[in-house]
């Protein structure tokens, strides 16, 4: 299993940036996907995830309203278009995914993108990518 995030980079406040998650080794469309990110000095959070049976999404009360988390099963890629950025969001951004799969879409299997978005519950990481928001 192996995760890629691209698309970081530096940014002005209230500008936006889409970040990409690409998969290989595994069939992601049977996997749920979270983004997680880690400040200088700080632990990982949770911000996102989306489901593989039925799309689910949930995000961090600290982003609500401003990332949406997709995924285009076509392109092993699972996107987090971000706006409005703030200087507080500025991060290293990690995906991740679990060694069990949810189902494929439509299935009913076990939901392992939840409300808690939590790291350790999560089985694979790829390579973060740096989102800088600054003036």
């Known amino acids: 299993v192996q995760l890629q995030a691209s698309g970081g980079g530096l940014v002005q406040p209230g500008g936006s940036l889409r970040l990409s998650c690409t998969g290989s080794?595994?069939?992601?469309?049977?996997?749920?996907i979270g983004w997680f990110r880690q400040a200088p000095g700080k632990e990982h959070e949770g911000v996102s995830c989306i489901s593989a049976s039925d799309r689910r999404t949930y995000y961090a009360d600290s982003v609500k309203g401003r990332f949406t988390i997709s995924r285009d099963n076509a392109k092993k890629t699972v996107y987090l278009q971000m706006h409005n950025l703030k200087p507080e969001d500025t991060a290293v951004y990690y995906c991740?995914?679990?060694?069990?799969?949810?189902?494929?879409?439509?299935?009913?299997?076990?939901?392992?993108?939840?409300?808690?978005?939590?790291?350790?519950?999560?089985?694979?990481w790829g390579q973060g990518t740096q989102v800088t928001v600054s003036s």
């Open positions: 991740a995914t679990h060694d069990t799969a949810e189902g494929s879409p439509g299935s009913v299997g076990p939901r392992l993108c939840r409300s808690d978005i939590i790291w350790d519950e999560y089985d694979y």
């Open positions: 080794g595994f069939t992601l469309d049977y996997y749920a």
